[in-house]
């Protein structure tokens, strides 16, 4: 019983065909597709449509504003709230005494939600993923050039899919199961 088809897998030899490649199959109108490299190239992420956003810098200005807030409150309540003291006839909302604290938190939180987001929004951790069941997927890391248009993409038609990758001068078209 075959299992569930995750998606199309074409093997290329050069960064060249693969950034050509994802190209045009951005330009064709598929969305959900993603490239296996052995090393960076350069204008590959761009192709196949991915753009810098601003989530990671949103989830770590949150952390921050947290951090922050919070530092600032845990000076504030008890020097104010919980047990004022008179030292020195200082004011007991005396907050330049409260940066030092409220800097170094705003940092941490800063940090730990840096860290936090981007392994949930790269879907780490991930020990397994459908595309290791290609049969020579194990070249990605070596010296060959793949790109997986998924079966979830809304223009995927195995058929269309198939006959488009392979007019994009692939090495090999694979199906991918999940």
């Known amino acids: 019983m075959a299992g569930e088809l995750y998606g199309l ?9 693969i950034l050509r490649a994802a190209e045009h199959a951005h330009s064709e109108g598929y969305r959900r597709m993603d490239t296996y490299t052995p090393f960076a190239v350069e204008g590959l992420p761009e192709a196949v449509g991915f ?28 020097n104010v709230i919980g047990y004022p003291l008179d030292i020195g006839g200082k004011p007991w909302n005396s907050w ?34 459908p595309v290791f069941n290609a049969p020579t997927f194990d070249l990605a890391s070596q ?24 007019g994009l001068n692939a090495l090999e078209v694979t199906e991918v199961e999940k």
Request: some cysteine.
């Open 51 to 78: 753009h810098r956003g601003l989530k990671l810098s949103a989830i770590v200005l949150a952390g921050g504003l947290i951090g922050c807030s919070g530092g600032f409150f845990m000076c504030w309540w008890p």
């Open 96 to 129: 330049p005494a409260f940066i030092p604290i409220t800097f170094e938190l705003t940092i941490l939180f800063s940090a730990l939600s840096a860290l936090v987001g981007m392994l949930a929004l790269n879907g780490l951790p991930m020990p397994y993923h």
């Open 143 to 166: 010296n060959r050039f793949f790109l997986c248009i998924e079966a979830d993409d809304p223009k995927f038609d195995r058929t269309r899919t198939r006959e488009f990758l392979a």
């Open 9 to 17: 897998m074409a093997e290329f030899e050069t960064p060249e065909q």
